[in-house]
């Protein structure tokens, strides 16, 4: 059908009325001449509108004198009626070639770059590498192999646990994932202290090494030394270094809060589509088929299809759907029970695996049309970790 409508367009069609008594007749008379008309919509009850060939509408003249309908020419589309236009202005025809060449000239670079999923590694560093090895704005895009950039990215960078490199267009997107990398870890032959890496209240305290500076219901700040490898000896002058270990378990506090609408608005869709096809050359479109978008509230489906790979030429399908937007009040106690559920499951994606859950306190509070849900796990885990001494008073 698309194919079709796309070889309709360069051949040009016309957009006809046609008025009678007979309409049906006239349908299936057409239909039996192998005569193609699409897109055809009943304006009133004997009046009716579609699209034909310029080819099927000098063979709609049998069967107009066949059922005694009146037919006339609406509109007329496609590349010949463009053509004759560009004809008679001789210097926009040449400036419309002009510009579909620089279209397609401009669409065969990159342009720009685009990096995801970055965190630790910055924008400028992937850039400058990605400038190392010849990748950059200006550079022809079509000689590029995106496999062996990937390769070299994750070579480049040990960080990266993912990477895609994929061109849209006339823009070059990378995204990528970083690992998580465990700390580091701090010889046995190193002094170091043990530091609260979060704030928390102290349960019990296990020194290995080192000297115990806390002591049990004591809240601690993040940062604040816990067991310290400094141990000072009355008998020699300079304090002695130690490499301290040991465990310092405290309470701490997990919170997560949930804001849900009660009162929400939801799109039902009603069945009815309308569609829209555009010829794009890089950037820019043109639309094969036209017309305002009969639907007040809508949803939008994209659908893109390469005519010929080495260029930037595509057919573009967007589906607008027809949706009515309806209210529903959801339920309070099932909202509740969602809601805490969900929080919970945001608390145990960063909650410790040796860590123990004492307890869990669950609020709710309604502001407005928003459920606030706000859930507080308390657990014991192992908040120490180990820091170097660099200077001796530390």
């Known amino acids: 059908m698309l194919a079709i409508k796309i070889w309709n367009y360069f051949?040009?069609?016309?957009?006809?009325?046609?008025?009678?008594?007979?309409?049906?007749?006239?349908?299936?008379?057409?239909?039996?001449?192998?005569?193609?008309?699409w897109d055809i919509e009943r304006i009133e009850y004997t009046v009716i509108e579609g699209k034909v060939s310029l080819e099927g509408f000098k063979a709609l003249k049998e069967v107009v004198k066949a059922v005694g309908c009146r037919v006339y020419i609406v509109d007329k589309r496609g590349f010949p009626f463009l053509l004759g236009k560009i004809?008679?202005?001789?210097?926009?025809?040449?400036?419309?070639?002009?510009?579909i060449a620089l279209i397609i000239f401009l669409s065969s670079f990159i342009w720009s770059i685009e990096i995801s999923g970055n965190e630790k590694i910055k924008d400028e560093e992937i850039i400058n590498f990605l400038n190392s090895i010849d990748i950059s704005s200006g550079k022809m895009k079509y000689n590029i192999d995106f496999e062996n950039i990937r390769n070299q990215i994750f070579d480049e960078f040990g960080e990266f646990s993912f990477v895609s490199v994929e061109m849209k267009g006339t823009k070059l997107f990378i995204d990528v994932k970083e690992q998580d990398l465990p700390p580091e870890k701090i010889d046995t032959k190193t002094p170091c202290n043990i530091v609260a890496k979060k704030k928390g209240v102290i349960k019990k305290v296990i020194a290995k090494n080192g000297k115990n500076i806390v002591e049990e219901g004591q809240v601690v700040e993040k940062g604040q030394v816990l067991i310290t490898g400094i141990i000072k000896d009355e008998s020699i002058e300079e304090n002695i270094l130690v490499h301290s270990d040991g465990e310092v378990l405290a309470l701490t506090r997990y919170a997560y809060t949930m804001e849900?609408?009660?009162?929400?608005?939801?799109?039902?869709?009603?069945?009815?589509?309308?569609?829209?096809k555009e010829l794009k050359f890089g950037e820019k479109g043109i639309q094969i088929i036209e017309g305002e978008i009969p639907f007040r509230e809508y949803i939008v489906f994209e659908n893109t299809k390469s005519i010929i790979d080495f260029l930037p030429i595509q057919i573009v399908s967007y589906e607008y759907r027809e949706v009515e937007i309806k209210k529903?009040?959801?339920?309070?106690?099932?909202?509740?029970?969602?809601t805490q559920v969900l929080a919970v499951q945001e608390i145990n994606k960063v909650l410790p695996k040796d860590s123990q859950v004492i307890s869990k306190d669950v609020k709710y509070d309604i502001d407005g049309n928003k459920l606030i849900t706000?859930?507080?796990?308390?657990?014991?885990e192992d908040i120490g970790e180990k820091q170097i001494i660099y200077n001796r008073e530390d």
Do not use: C, H, P
Not at 87 to 99: A, L, P, S, V
Not at 374 to 380: G, P
């Open 11 to 37: 051949r040009g069609y016309v957009i006809i009325r046609v008025e009678g008594l007979t309409l049906e007749k006239f349908l299936n008379l057409a239909l039996n001449k192998d005569i193609y008309l």
């Open 87 to 99: 004809k008679k202005r001789k210097m926009f025809g040449i400036g419309f070639i002009i510009f």
């Open 260 to 276: 849900e609408t009660i009162e929400k608005e939801i799109k039902e869709e009603t069945g009815e589509v309308y569609t829209r």
């Open 328 to 338: 529903i009040k959801q339920n309070i106690d099932s909202l509740k029970r969602s």
């Open 374 to 380: 706000q859930v507080i796990i308390e657990v014991i």
